[in-house]
């Protein structure tokens, strides 16, 4: 899922590129994308873009007296900025907006249709699609710690969570904790004030380095590689691979539509946090270190 850095690339891409332009037309080549139709689409025709902004991980289009359009991409949605009368990505393109000159393509790779997008009349509508997220980099360390300590959570749930953070998804939240070298396990009411500080300093050194990464990657041009899966990410996606800090092999846990990916020296004092579904299986035989996990794999293998 687009988290934070890459919404942005995104919104300064759209407002660099599309600003100021006047709506031609929509268009629904699948018509469930479409969440709500008050106001209507007809609605935004003729009307001149006039900026961006970004709620959480969902993307908002100002179009000033006609209202907003709010675009959440959820796992598999995309951005393309095509020239006026590009063939469409087939089977891809789920919503298309007509400017003068370009067309913006909402796509969406996949069988399951999860992103969405809804037409909302003023800024009253638009809040009710604020999750209500704290912006991390626009806030002070008491501010943060308040926010994500007011329920106890693990930190990769507290992270994630968009009713406590603001942009911050699965592979995001892996890079922070390893920064700040902490378990993803770890409850937020356990953590002492050195952690806390370590934590806060992670989140802006991660969030403002790739930011700033994918602004340079971009330029003047469009997004055209938003992935979670970055080469020069720390641990997310490199399950297996060494860890660029002590060189052990980074561990993955797969849950739902989702992973968490961490650096048990690094992170966790050594230890390897249980896979549910595998503890279950392998039960007294569950390795609990890195050396153990190695004599179990040789065991296999011999």
């Given at each position: 899922m687009p988290e934070l850095p890459d919404i942005v690339a995104y919104l300064e891409a759209i407002d660099r590129r599309l600003r100021g332009?006047?709506?031609?037309g929509t268009r629904w080549?699948?018509?469930?994308?479409?969440?709500?139709?008050?106001?209507?689409?007809q609605a935004f025709v003729g009307r001149a873009l006039r900026g961006t902004r970004r709620l959480g991980k969902r993307l908002v289009l100002d179009f000033g007296e006609a209202g907003f359009v709010v675009v959440h991409l959820m796992l598999a949605g995309r951005l393309r900025l095509l020239p006026a009368g590009a063939a469409l990505p087939p089977r891809l393109a789920q919503a298309v907006f007509d400017f003068e000159d370009a067309s913006l393509v909402l796509t969406e790779a996949g069988t399951k249709r999860r992103a969405a997008v809804h037409l909302v009349a003023d800024e009253a509508g638009l809040a009710a699609h604020d999750p209500?997220?704290?912006?991390?980099?626009e806030t002070d360390a008491a501010?943060?710690?308040?926010?994500?300590?007011?329920?106890?959570?693990?930190?990769?749930?507290a992270l994630t969570d968009p009713r406590r953070t603001s942009g911050i998804g699965n592979a995001y939240s892996d890079e922070i904790l390893h920064a700040a070298r902490l378990s993803p396990l770890r409850r937020t009411r356990q953590l002492s004030d050195a952690e806390w500080d370590r934590l806060y300093a992670a989140v802006g050194e991660i969030l403002t380095r790739f930011t700033a990464r994918i602004r340079a990657e971009v330029g003047d041009g469009?997004?055209?590689?938003?992935?979670?899966?970055?080469?020069?990410?720390?641990?997310h996606g490199r399950a297996g691979q060494?860890?660029?800090?002590?060189?052990?092999?980074?561990?993955?846990?797969?849950?739902?539509?989702?992973?968490?990916?961490?650096?048990?020296?690094c992170q966790t004092e050594g230890r390897?946090?249980?896979?549910?579904?595998?503890?279950?299986?392998?039960?007294?035989?569950?390795p609990k270190t890195l050396e153990a996990l190695e004599t179990l794999r040789a065991t296999r293998r011999a």
């Open positions: 332009h006047v709506l031609q080549p699948s018509p469930f994308v479409l969440r709500t139709v008050t106001p209507a689409p209500g997220g704290l912006e991390v980099q501010g943060f710690r308040a926010a994500l300590s007011s329920t106890d959570h693990t930190l990769k749930r469009f997004p055209e590689k938003v992935t979670a899966f970055r080469p020069d990410m720390a641990v060494p860890c660029p800090t002590c060189g052990a092999p980074v561990q993955r846990i797969v849950y739902a539509d989702g992973e968490m990916n961490y650096c048990a020296p390897l946090l249980a896979d549910r579904a595998l503890s279950r299986l392998l039960k007294d035989d569950w």
